[in-house]
């Protein structure tokens, strides 16, 4: 979930060196409202989930240890936003802003069923559960992944898509609380980093004289 411009990275370098009180204010304004996504996704994360109640037994869950239990806590302190830029994909871009869903736990919560609607294909238990195929359902329950996805469906919220994106990236927490805001939040950031860059321009040209 992030916001990227073409020649940004370059832009809000300029204004951090040479204009930083611009810089800072255009930060407040996306740090506002990138906030309020994060505010509205932590009122999405559910203190229990009622139809997984192992879920939140540690060490419990299909018997699988490295299965992060849920903690409404732990998932709720891992819904943040950053504004750092990433390092440069294999494309070249970079991620200026971004809304984060950090938890193991949350990002379960967040995406599962977005490959598979009915959950992982089931092989049933074996032996190498723990080590094995991690694609596949190990539960003695064959419908336990169904199971697990429409408890997330019924008691966060069904998958919510931003946008024209991938079909695959969509979410019942974090990217629900984008969806809520109809382009919104994006069309603040970006009309935040507009407004600076005007400002820097005006403030540049009246520095070398340029500026009637």
Known sequence: MAVALEGGLETLKALRKFTPDLYAEMNKEIRSAMQEVVTDAKTRVPTTISGLRQWGEPNK??????FPKYSAS???????????????NRSGFVVLYA??????????????????????PWVGPKEDRLYGNRK??????????EHFIR?????????QRVGSIAKNKRGRIMYAALAAQQGKTQDRVLNAIKTAVEKYKVTTSKSYGLAA
Not at 74 to 88: A, D, W
Not at 99 to 120: C, D, H, S, V
Not at 137 to 144: G, K, V
Not at 151 to 159: K, R, T
């Open 61 to 66: 869950f299909l018997g699988q240890q490295n």
């Open 151 to 159: 408890s997330l469906n019924q008691e966060i919220g069904s998958l």
């Open 99 to 120: 809304l984060l869903n950090k938890t193991a736990a949350g990002a379960i919560a967040e995406t599962a069923g977005t490959k598979n609607p009915q959950g992982q």
């Open 74 to 88: 732990v998932v709720k302190r891992g819904l943040q936003y950053t504004t750092r830029s990433s390092r440069p």
């Open 136 to 145: 596949q359902s190990h539960s003695a329950n064959p419908r336990a992944g």
